[in-house]
T-cell receptor
Framework: IAGITQAPTSQILAAGRRMTLRCTQD?????MYWYRQDLGLGLRLIHY???????GKGEVPDGYSVSRANTDDFPLTLASAVPSQTSVYFC?????????????FGPGTRLTVL | GQNIDQPTEMTATEGAIVQINCTYQ??????LFWYQQHAGEAPTFLSY????GLEEKGRFSSFLSRSKGYSYLLLKELQMKDSASYLCAFKGGDYKLSFGAGTTVTVRA
């Protein structure tokens, strides 16, 4: 069982380019999340999806978009990358959104925008 | 508003005990989580508290006081492999996690 996978592992991108980060889980979890992690700031929620077909905005959604066409996949797209989007991106999933539903994290994508 | 604070760094000796404190402010509360994150890796779940008191799980224990907006993670019998960042996070009224910046624990021989 793979759990939750992300691709690519790392990427260097020129500013202005479009980029999609991929996330796939095989746990049949209903909810999925995208976070960015920056030194000194901790994990910040970008977008989330409580169930397939629905998405919502997190704390820092500007410059990012997501889609949830099915249960397993939750891609994150940067339409026109900027240097401030240089970060480590983590995808996560949980069985539900209730209080005790822990989130499982993918291995992360390290993105550098030049 | 929502806010969460924890110390940036802590150092302890192998075999010792370390307590990582976390304070938070939120208008709605649905639980307090602790995650462990080794350098370059994904966060992994350690503990969940929703009621006041101590939850013990092997060498790790987590405490919650909802009235004080306070939690701590206690690591006993420290091992070198416990060197990692420990993330405190609360689940707010919207059922979304808000994370602290993390506490980097260094275990020395």
């Amino acid at each position: 069982i793979a759990g939750i996978t992300q691709a690519p592992t790392s990427q260097i991108l020129a500013a202005g380019r479009r980029m999609t980060l991929r996330c796939t889980q095989d746990m049949r979890h209903n909810a999925m999340y995208w976070y960015r992690q920056d030194l000194g700031l901790g994990l910040r929620l970008i977008h989330y999806s409580n169930t397939a077909g629905t998405t919502g905005k997190g704390e820092v959604p500007d410059g990012y978009s997501v889609s949830r066409a099915n249960t397993d996949d939750f891609p994150l797209t940067l339409a026109s990358a900027v240097p401030s989007q240089t970060s480590v991106y983590f995808c996560a999933s949980s069985d539900g959104t209730g209080g005790n539903n822990e989130q499982f994290f993918g291995p992360g994508t390290r993105l550098t925008v030049l | 508003g929502q806010n969460i604070d924890q110390p940036t760094e802590m150092t302890a000796t192998e075999g010792a005990i370390v307590q990582i404190n976390c304070t938070y402010q939120t208008s709605g509360f649905n639980g307090l989580f602790w995650y462990q994150q080794h350098a370059g890796e994904a966060p992994t779940f350690l503990s969940y508290n929703v009621l006041d008191g101590l939850e013990e799980k092997g060498r790790f224990s987590s405490f919650l006081s909802r009235s004080k907006g306070y939690s701590y993670l206690l690591l006993k019998e420290l091992q070198m492999k416990d060197s990692a960042s420990y993330l405190c996070a609360f689940k707010g009224g919207d059922y979304k996690l808000s994370f602290g910046a993390g506490t980097t624990v260094t275990v020395r021989a």
